[in-house]
């Protein structure tokens, strides 16, 4: 435990019981903090008696980012590791972290390779939201060249995940910051409720000069998310807006709302189902206003 004898962990949890077991005991003898934003399910109590030595916070579900914050700032450890609650690092995977993002003094944020539950490989990097990749996305241009950088640079098209690498952003289901980075740049931008959170950190940390890197070294297993609807999906969709509304400017944000309204349309017309109802509700939330509304500007 040489090294994450220099790292605390930070799990933010929401109804979080299916998973926080695996999680927390994949954490044992490293110092951790529970952030939990508001559940119904136990979750407060499992945790308080099951793991005596994990500091539990309770907070108001202000969304993943500020739970992100609360954890930070109770902490002085020089790296933090963000882990979903639905996560958990294979055996000594946190101290290979941490040890490899000692050997890189630049690296802001580091990513593990991160593993389905049967073992195969979850992509994990990914590019930043801009008009075109938001197009091949949502128009599944994608799906004609997934290994395209042209085609399918919003989820890293042509990767292969194997080698080190500076990269534009790691999924924020597990990855490794520097305080130093942290203390320098800000913290997480709450105005993200959930989605592209992580997204905004990593472009705030490289355009100050940081480094955001993969590493294949230390793995995590993470159970992807069924796909989500109602007001999850809309928070996706104002995600990619607010980013752009942000770093890109309002005509750009406006533009990305309208390719993205056209490609939810197309999609509520191709699909049935809980999937289709989806696409048509996320297609009508783009429709009540223009950018500056919808990410409350």
């Not at 796909?227 to 942000?246: D, I, T, V």
């Amino acid at each position: 435990m040489a090294e994450s004898s220099q790292v605390v962990v930070v799990v933010v949890t929401y109804d979080a019981l299916p998973w926080i077991e695996r999680c927390l005991d994949s954490l044992a003898g490293v110092e951790t903090v529970v952030v939990d934003n508001g559940s119904s399910d136990g979750t407060v109590a499992f945790v308080r008696e099951r793991y005596a030595d994990v500091r539990l916070v309770e907070a108001d579900n202000r969304g993943l980012g500020a739970g992100w914050n609360i954890g930070i700032r109770g902490t002085t450890a020089p790296y933090v590791l963000l882990l979903n609650a639905d996560a958990w690092m294979t055996e000594g995977s946190l101290d290979r972290l941490v040890g490899f993002a000692e050997t890189r003094p630049r690296a802001a944020v580091v990513g593990p390779r991160l593993l389905n539950t049967d073992g195969t490989l979850q992509r994990s990097v990914r590019g930043y939201p801009t008009v075109w990749r938001l197009a091949t996305e949502y128009l599944f241009l994608r799906k004609l060249a997934p290994r395209s950088s042209a085609l399918n640079a919003f989820y890293g098209g042509g990767f292969d995940h194997d080698g080190v690498r500076s990269v534009e952003v790691v999924m924020g289901a597990c990855m490794l910051l520097r305080r130093e980075a942290v203390d320098e740049v800000g913290e997480c931008d709450e105005d993200y409720f959930l989605f592209s959170e992580e997204t905004d950190w990593c472009f705030r940390f490289r355009k100050a000069g940081w480094e955001v890197v993969f590493f294949p070294g230390a793995e995590c297993v993470h159970v992807r998310g069924a796909s989500h609807s109602g007001r999850l999906y809309r928070e996706n969709l104002r995600g990619h807006l607010l980013f752009l509304w942000k770093h890109r400017g309002p005509k750009v944000a406006e533009r990305a709302r309208r390719v993205l309204l056209v490609s939810l349309r197309l999609r509520g017309l191709v699909f049935r189902g809980e999937r289709g109802r989806a696409y048509r509700d996320g297609a009508d939330w783009l429709a009540s206003g223009n950018a500056a509304t919808l990410v409350g500007r």
